[in-house]
């Protein structure tokens, strides 16, 4: 952050969109802190609390579904752009997120629940070792801010 924070003027506000489905409000909370040295950070939150609102968002099944479609239609209004030589990002970066992001499709996962029966209709890009993290960063960096913008930044908390 501190050398990202050289390179834009102070006036710059950061958004952080931290996923919290396996580590939790606390893991959230965590990584918020962590990232508290800037004075002009917030944290996207999904809590329903106005009061006492967590950093921190989940990415559920119809959450992926909702970031899919966003992200769909970011790339297909050309308002998404991947950039093959930047300071930012590799050659070799772009095109394995290209395959992430093809690979993401419905699976049939067990549930949580009812491991023995029930199977759940999922959204993943994790087949045989391969994950999926470059997608759905991606595909919550699409949702997500959208969100943000869209509610005025109201779901929000600073830490």
Same mark, same amino acid.
């Given at each position: 952050?501190?050398?990202?924070?050289?390179?834009?003027?102070?006036?710059?506000?950061?958004?952080?969109?931290?996923?919290?489905?396996?580590?939790?409000?606390?893991?959230?909370?965590?990584?918020?802190?962590?990232?508290?040295?800037?004075?002009?950070?917030?944290?996207?939150?999904?809590?329903?609390?106005?009061?006492?609102?967590?950093?921190?968002?989940?990415?559920?099944?119809?959450?992926? #579904?909702?970031?899919?479609?966003?992200?769909?239609? !970011?790339? =297909?209004?050309?308002?998404?752009?991947?950039?093959?030589? $930047? *300071? +930012?990002?590799?050659? #070799?970066?772009?095109?394995?997120?290209?395959?992430? !992001?093809? =690979?993401?499709?419905?699976?049939?996962?067990?549930?949580? $629940? *009812? +491991?023995?029966?029930?199977?759940?209709?999922?959204?993943?890009?994790?087949?045989?070792?391969?994950?999926?993290?470059?997608?759905?960063?991606?595909?919550?960096? +699409?949702?997500?801010?959208?969100?943000?913008?869209?509610?005025?930044?109201?779901?929000?908390?600073?830490?």
């Amino acid at each position: 952050m501190k050398e990202l924070r050289k390179l834009v003027p102070s006036s710059t506000l950061f958004v952080s969109i931290i996923e919290a489905n396996y580590g939790g409000w606390v893991q959230a909370s965590r990584v918020a802190h962590l990232l508290a040295d800037s004075v002009s950070i917030v944290h996207v939150s999904c809590d329903r609390k106005l009061e006492n609102r967590r950093p921190g968002v989940f990415t559920t099944s119809e959450i992926k #579904e909702r970031m899919r479609h966003e992200l769909q239609r !970011l790339l =297909r209004e050309k308002r998404v752009v991947l950039l093959n030589e $930047t *300071a +930012a990002n590799r050659p #070799e970066d772009v095109t394995e997120l290209v395959k992430q !992001l093809k =690979r993401c499709e419905y699976i049939y996962k067990p549930s949580m $629940t *009812a +491991a023995n029966v029930e199977r759940r209709r999922v959204i993943s890009g994790k087949f045989n070792g391969q994950n999926d993290d470059m997608a759905i960063a991606f595909m919550m960096l +699409a949702y997500w801010s959208a969100h943000y913008i869209n509610t005025s930044g109201k779901c929000a908390v600073k830490v």
